[in-house]
Structures are given as C-alpha cells and as structure tokens.
C-alpha cells in the first residue's frame, strides 16, 4: 500500500528529546531514501534531512534521522520553543511512480 | 542563492483552468535537476503533483495524471502548471521546489501561492 503514516501530533518540554516516525512498505522507504521537511506556521516546507540521515547546511545537529526497513523517524533533541512546527516524512514510492508525503506531525513544546 | 517565486490567479471557477507559474532566479532550469509542484489544500498535509526535467520529460500523480500539464519556458527560466476541470477540492497552497533527481530530495521551495476554486 502507498501510503507514509506518521502520528497527527507529539510533544515535548524545553531540552526534552522527541522522535517522530513514518511507516511505510517495501515500495517506498524500504527501497529509497526518505527525507523530512520542517513547516513552520505559514511558511513553506523547509528541507530538514535527506537521504534518511543527512543535514543540509544550516540546520542543527539537534535534528537526526534514521530509518529501519519500512520505518523511518526523526529525532530532535535539546528541544526548543522554535521547534514548534509541522514535520513531514517524504519518499519515492516505485508503484506510484511518484512522491509520497507522509500526513504530517504536528509537533507541540509545551 | 537559488530562488523559486509563484504567481498566478488567487480565484479560480470551478470547471476552469488553474494556471500558475514559477519563475527562477540564481539557477538556469536548462541546466539540470528537475522542477516540481507540490499542493497543500488548508489545514492539511502536502501532495506532490508532478514534476518536470528540462527537455520535456514529465511525470505526474497518478491521481492528478489526467487533468495535469507541466512545461517549462527556458526562455524565461520559468516552469508552469495547468490543472484542468478544478473543483472545490483543488482549493490549495500550491508550491513549487526543485528536486535534485528523480527520486531525491526537493531543496529549494517557493513561497507558496493561495489558488481558491469558487463560483
């Protein structure tokens, strides 16, 4: 089935670490790379990880990825107030041909 | 500093065509890598339309494969969007971005442009 499935929402406190997943099958995550973009309130989707578990310039180590065969999740920690913001999981799915968004994560520090 | 900017009209009737462009700046699109839109209807998550490399190769949602066309105007170091027969449901956010390959990340996004479909 073609379909990224992340949880709608997640929590945490000031320093606290929080993952995030992204399920998804073996036509999808298993086979390509999974990237995650960061959208903070009304702006556009930012590039936050690539190629499962790579940082583009700029963004801080706080932020990790990693991904299991059909599961990918990112990782924050030190969490911060300007963490606060929707996290989607991205990936190629073969049977599509085309680009998966997982729903999205929207991500509360409380 | 690669730059990606939307424009189009923010109205659109149902049964209409929704056209927008994507102007770049600081990357020739003639150059390589592909080019792609992606929608966001309000409140909700993203969806990837289809995408573009230079020459004329395209590839689209399945979903969206019959109503859509994306070209690019070299000339103009533009790409464009047409979403034919727009109903209430193509109410969105839409966003453009480039994408290193086919199946690789999409690193620089547009602003995002608001396309509401009404009477």
């Known amino acids: 089935q073609s379909v990224l499935t992340q949880p709608p929402s997640a929590s945490g406190t000031p320093g606290q670490r929080v993952t995030i997943s992204c399920s998804g099958s073996s036509s999808n995550i298993a086979t390509n790379t999974v990237n995650w973009y960061q959208q903070l309130p009304g702006t556009a989707p930012k590039l936050l990880i690539y190629?499962?578990?790579q940082r583009p310039s700029g963004v801080p180590d706080r932020f990790s990825g990693s991904r299991s065969g059909t599961s990918a999740s990112l990782a924050i920690s030190g969490l911060q107030s300007e963490d606060e913001a929707d996290y989607y999981c991205a990936a190629w799915d073969e049977n599509l041909n085309g680009w998966l968004f997982g729903g999205g994560t929207k991500l509360t520090v409380l | 500093q690669v730059q990606l900017q939307e424009s189009g009209p923010g109205l659109v009737k149902p049964s209409e065509t929704l056209s927008l462009t994507c102007a770049v700046s600081g990357y020739s699109i003639s150059s390589g890598f592909y080019w792609g839109w992606i929608r966001q209807p309000p409140g909700k998550g993203l969806e990837w339309i289809g995408s573009l490399y230079h020459g004329g190769s395209t590839y689209y949602s399945p979903s969206l494969k019959s109503r859509v066309t994306i070209s690019e105007d070299t000339s103009k170091n533009q790409f464009s969007l047409r979403l034919r027969s727009v109903t209430a449901a193509d109410t969105a956010i839409y966003y453009c971005?480039?994408?290193?390959?086919?199946?690789?990340?999409?690193?620089?996004w547009g602003q995002g442009t608001l396309v509401t479909v009404s009477s």
């Open positions: 190629d499962n578990d």
């Open positions: 971005a480039r994408h290193r390959g086919q199946w690789l990340h999409f690193d620089y």
